[in-house]
């Protein structure tokens, strides 16, 4: 499968617990896009990565979510002492280096996190 | 800031009715526009983008023109089939507000479903 691979698809935390969302880019591809999906809701843009750089993190929460992309291996998404609001749909996409802003984003099938 | 407005959901319609979902937005720069489909327990998926006014996309047999005098970029489907179920997000990128990016913008979604 060459699509934008997410796992798990779903993460059951107890508040206060760490969740780690990863993400491997369709092959070929080197940015890397986090979105959140809150229940009922559109996506709302998170970050934006290429290898071993955050680009644009203007949509993160100020605390407890980093985000990074090595050299090597998959992205991660990382959200500590996770509370109740961060139970949501979580969207990485992708998109080869050479696209600009019309080029449509690739997306996998997302980590759906639940907080209890 | 930039914005997208859908038409509220859900949507039921019966097998061979025709389709529309509205979408208007609003853009500090001359942004391209995208229609995004997700199926069930799945990511999004493009369905169709219009870069400049005027300009119509189509995919399996939806179609919307890219209308910059009413800042809008309808969906519409002459005859819809049960398996168009799912939910639709309207959403555009702005070259201005993105720096390059595709820093995408959603609407909150539309959940149509056809019965047979």
């Known amino acids: 499968n060459a699509g934008v691979m997410q796992n798990p698809r779903h993460l059951v935390r107890r508040r206060g617990q760490e969740a780690r969302l990863r993400c491997s880019p369709m092959?070929?591809?080197?940015?890397v896009y986090w979105y959140r999906q809150l229940p009922e809701e559109g996506l709302k843009f998170m970050v934006y990565l290429q290898k071993e750089n955050i680009i644009d993190e203007s949509g993160m929460p100020k605390e407890r979510f980093s985000a990074e992309f090595p050299k090597e291996g998959p992205s991660i998404l990382r959200i500590q002492q996770v509370v109740r609001g961060d139970s949501a749909a979580y969207f990485c996409a992708s998109s080869p280096s050479e696209s600009s802003y019309n080029s449509p984003l690739h997306f996998g099938n997302g980590t759906r996190l639940t907080v209890t | 800031g930039d914005s997208v407005t859908q038409m509220e959901g859900p949507v039921t319609l019966s097998e061979e009715a025709f389709l529309t979902i509205n979408c208007t937005y609003t853009a500090t720069g001359y942004p391209s526009l995208f229609w995004y489909v997700q199926y069930p327990g799945e990511g999004l998926q493009l369905l169709l983008k219009a870069t400049k006014a005027d300009d119509k996309g189509s995919n399996k047999g939806f179609e919307a023109t890219y209308r910059k005098e009413t800042t809008s970029f309808h969906l519409e489907k002459g005859s819809v089939q049960v398996s168009d179920s799912a939910v639709y997000f309207c959403a555009l990128s702005d070259p201005q507000s993105s720096g390059g990016a595709q820093k995408l913008v959603f609407g909150q979604g539309t959940r149509l479903t056809i019965n047979p």
């Open positions: 092959k070929g591809h080197s940015h």
